[in-house]
């Protein structure tokens, strides 16, 4: 499958008190790893940050078009550039995603607009696959002030992954990284 990767670098990190993206972790940076892993699954690589430093990883960088609504924004600036219909969208404190598990995702496009992850958890829309029809049912949330990524996949014809399985093999699969102790 032909698909893009955006990876959500551009948050204000505020419980980690410095930019996430830029953290070794690892031996690497969460940005660096992120990119490892996407770009085998991608044609195209976007990094959604409003930090220029982000530039330094040789990818494109692509600011919020709309300031301030959080990841929606992120996403919603990079659908409008992408050059493929489907897009991975990988949250840059999701370190402990692997590619067996993107693997497992993309096999679940078929017929939707999103594949999203779900757990005992609840879903997580920010490892998540995105379909480019999703963008004026996004860009209408945006403009209604409506910023919450649940509400934007409960109005998409969204494939529901259950990956319980997944999490059976890898227990950190969807821990994020938002505190200094969380390193």
């Known amino acids: 499958m032909n698909s893009s990767a955006i990876i959500l670098a551009g948050g204000k990190s505020k419980r980690m008190g410095t930019d996430k993206a830029l953290l070794g972790f690892g031996g690497k940076t969460l940005l660096e790893r992120a990119i490892n892993l996407c770009k085998s699954f991608s044609s195209e690589l976007l990094i959604s940050s409003n930090h220029q430093s982000h530039s330094n990883f040789g990818y494109h960088v692509v600011a919020d078009e709309v300031k301030n609504c959080g990841p929606m924004g992120g996403i919603y600036s990079c659908l409008k550039q992408s050059e493929t219909d489907w897009n991975l969208v990988l949250s840059v404190d999701a370190a402990f995603v692997d590619s067996d598990f993107l693997t497992f995702l993309i096999s679940q496009t078929g017929n939707f607009d999103a594949v999203v992850p779900t757990s005992a958890s609840g879903a997580e829309p ?26 934007f996949i409960n109005k998409l014809n969204t494939n529901w992954v259950d990956a319980t399985a997944q999490l059976k093999r890898n227990k950190k699969l969807f821990t994020n990284l938002n505190r200094p102790e969380d390193l």
């Open 126 to 151: 920010l490892i998540a696959l995105y379909h480019k029809s999703s963008l004026p049912i996004l860009e209408n949330m945006l403009q209604c002030g409506d910023y919450k990524m649940h509400n």
